[in-house]
């Protein structure tokens, strides 16, 4: 699953990040980037994130 992190509207509170850090991470800005797609092995966790972010900043790509 390849994820896409919408920069306007993350708050930055790192969830995402914390959850599964082989596709999430901080950006310069204070803003998470989904910097890899999923694997077979992570997806669970990127669908966690998607769900658990505070603002629904994440969405599937
Ligand atoms: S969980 Fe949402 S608000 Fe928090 S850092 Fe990730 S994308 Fe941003």
Redesign the pocket.
Known sequence: MRAF?KDD?????????DIEPSV?K?KENG??EAYAPGTDETDDNVAE?IE????D??EEA
């Open positions: 992190v509207v993350c708050i930055g509170c790192g969830m995402c990040i999430f901080m803003k998470a994130a658990s972010c505070p603002v900043a994440i």
